[in-house]
């Protein structure tokens, strides 16, 4: 059933199957939930069922179905005065990549029709920001990382279980990534 610590893709094809046919009923939710009065730990799978989805299914974090003739990659990420977009799978002509910082504001957009294109980036400040693409069929987000100059890439690698936890998540590494910009804040 597993190759190491990965599931084999015939188990992870049977388990989602399985989950999909299995939704969380009321009896599940109340056990998970006196569980927590006395382990103080939750079953995120009961909590969020689209979680299984979501790690191991068509969901990416964002809730947006993903598409498995469909890839879109960010190249170098973090990056700094440039990034490189490539898009494997069929895009439409008029297809747009949007960059979004982390108030929502639009501050940058561009069309695409090539499969590799590369975008100038070095006038937007360090910081998180997320880059959506949106096709005719299409719709793909992905998380961005800028550093500023001379400072390293770092990794931050998060989890969360709900929305509230997710702003909070992005609230620590906005501060964070404010530091690592400008070190005289520390």
């Known amino acids: 059933m597993t190759d190491g610590a990965q599931p084999k893709s015939w188990a992870i094809t049977m388990l989602l199957a399985w989950h999909r046919a299995d939704t969380v009923s009321l009896k599940e939710k109340e056990r998970n939930n006196e569980v927590f009065r006395y382990q103080h730990n939750r079953n995120p799978f009961i909590d ?3 979680f299984a989805e979501k790690i191991w299914g068509t969901l990416n974090s964002a809730g947006e179905t993903t598409d498995e003739r469909f890839s879109l990659t960010l190249y170098p990420n973090p990056a700094h005065d440039y990034l490189q977009i490539r898009i494997s799978g069929t895009i439409s002509a008029e297809s747009m990549v949007y960059i979004y910082d982390m108030a929502g504001c639009l501050v940058l957009a561009k069309m695409v029709d ?38 390293p890439y770092h990794r931050i690698d998060v989890s969360y279980s709900s929305g509230t936890e997710l702003i909070n998540v992005l609230k620590t590494i906005h501060k964070i990534c404010s530091v690592l910009t400008n070190p005289d804040l520390e």
């Open 48 to 50: 969020d069922p689209l």
């Open 114 to 151: 090539d499969q590799t294109t590369t975008l100038a980036i070095d006038g937007l400040s360090p910081g998180i920001y997320f880059l959506r693409l949106e096709g005719e069929e299409i719709v793909a987000t992905r998380d961005l990382l800028l550093t500023g100059d001379n400072h």
